[in-house]
């Protein structure tokens, strides 16, 4: 069992940086590949970013790529988003999720995902 609690979530002005932050219970957290996902309203949940349980390898959707930077931190637990240059089409609540993935694996559907976070809302204004 792993439960996920999320931070950092704001309001921000467009081309401001906020840091999200997901802390992780259990002693398997590193058996698990982690990911960051957004759902603004009246859209479909998708993927933002991922990384695998080394943190060796990392995955972006490629309207964050250059922006955002997904890291996480096995010793103590936790998996982080730095999200710079925001823009308005950032604004979503998002949440930390964890899955098993076979080798190889970086990013997953949100269907792939184990456990979820509550959300953490970010706003963005222009």
């Known amino acids: 069992q792993v439960q996920l609690v999320e931070s950092g979530g704001g309001l921000v002005q467009a081309g401001g940086s906020l840091r999200l932050s997901c802390a992780a219970s259990g002693r398997t957290f590193r058996a698990y590949a982690m990911g960051w996902f957004r759902q603004a309203p009246g859209k479909e949940r998708e993927s933002v970013a991922a990384i695998t349980r080394s943190g060796g390898d990392t995955y972006y959707t490629d309207s964050v790529k250059g922006r955002f930077t997904i890291s996480r931190n096995n010793a103590e637990n936790t998996v982080s988003l730095q999200m710079n240059s925001l823009e308005p089409e950032d604004a979503a609540v998002y949440y930390c999720?964890?899955?098993?993935?076979?080798?190889?694996?970086?990013?997953?559907?949100?269907?792939?995902?184990?456990?979820w976070g509550q959300g953490t809302q970010v706003t963005v204004s222009s």
């Open positions: 999720a964890a899955a098993l993935l076979p080798p190889g694996r970086v990013g997953f559907l949100p269907q792939e995902a184990n456990y």
